[in-house]
């Protein structure tokens, strides 16, 4: 098992979910400025692979949801692991949330690491890859991010649900810390985690109990949750001693105040 090499536990505790959750066009720039202008200091995204190689952030396989792309009548949706990049850089990933945001473009892995280092911000990469691009997706997020944040004392936590992209990530760059997404608590999960090296499993928070994170933290590893939106959530996750929230609510949880 290669796992990577943290000195203590460097990240926040609070994480605003896709850069300012419910409040901007996710996976944005607009969404990370807002989040941090909410006094968040790390920010969760998405981030899938083009056709042609570019590491860019979206959510969805398609780009109905959260851009201006709309198919054809009968058409099957678009998938935007299919699309070049020069094409989906044309798209506009903001006027669906609402006016203010619109023509804001979905941005690159890139983009986005070089505004988190300027502003000495930490980010979550989750590897959401295009069906069938798991260890492609993981290798290129792996590699890329090395490169980007190569002069910096905090490297990104990468996680995925997807096995294959996080032990691809691992293969490529071991050094990097990961983390194990989890929607549900299947037989070996711990297990798994651990021979991927993570560093962490993040979890849907209704999974954590007093023996759940009594299990995470026995075997050396961070309990984090996902999406966590009442105070009353927080403060039960907070009391069984988890060491991450990942939420939309930039209003409820503001780092400002």
Request: with cysteine; glycine share 6%; aromatic share 8%.
């Amino acid at each position: 098992m290669t796992r990577a090499n943290l000195t203590g536990w460097p990240y926040p505790f609070w994480i605003a979910h896709r850069g300012a959750g419910e409040f901007a066009p996710e996976n944005t720039m607009a969404a990370f400025s807002l989040g941090a202008q909410h006094g968040f200091r790390m920010f969760e995204c998405d981030v899938k692979l083009s056709a042609d190689g570019q590491l860019f952030l979206l959510h969805d396989s398609t780009l109905t949801r959260t851009t201006n792309h709309r198919s054809a009548n009968n058409s099957p949706e678009l998938i935007a692991g299919d699309c070049d990049w020069a094409f989906l850089a044309t798209l506009d990933a903001g006027s669906w949330h609402s006016t203010p945001y619109a023509g804001e473009p979905l941005p690159t892995l890139s983009a986005l690491a070089l505004w988190c280092i300027a502003n000495k911000h930490h980010l979550n990469i989750e590897i959401k890859p295009t069906p069938g691009t798991e260890a492609l997706t993981g290798e290129a997020v792996a590699r890329v991010a090395a490169h980007l944040w190569r002069d910096e004392l905090v490297p990104p936590l990468l996680s995925s649900f997807a096995v294959d992209a996080l032990q691809a990530a691992k293969l490529a760059q071991p050094t990097l810390p990961r983390g194990l997404l989890l929607d549900k608590l299947k037989p070996g999960w711990l297990d798994t985690a651990q021979s991927l090296g993570c560093v962490a499993v993040i979890c849907n928070h209704q999974l954590w109990t007093e023996d759940t994170v009594a299990c995470v933290k026995a075997a050396g590893l961070k309990a984090l949750s996902y999406t966590v939106n009442t105070a009353s959530d927080a403060k039960h996750l907070q009391d069984l001693g988890t060491d991450g929230i990942i939420t939309d609510r930039m209003t409820t949880f503001n780092q400002r105040a």
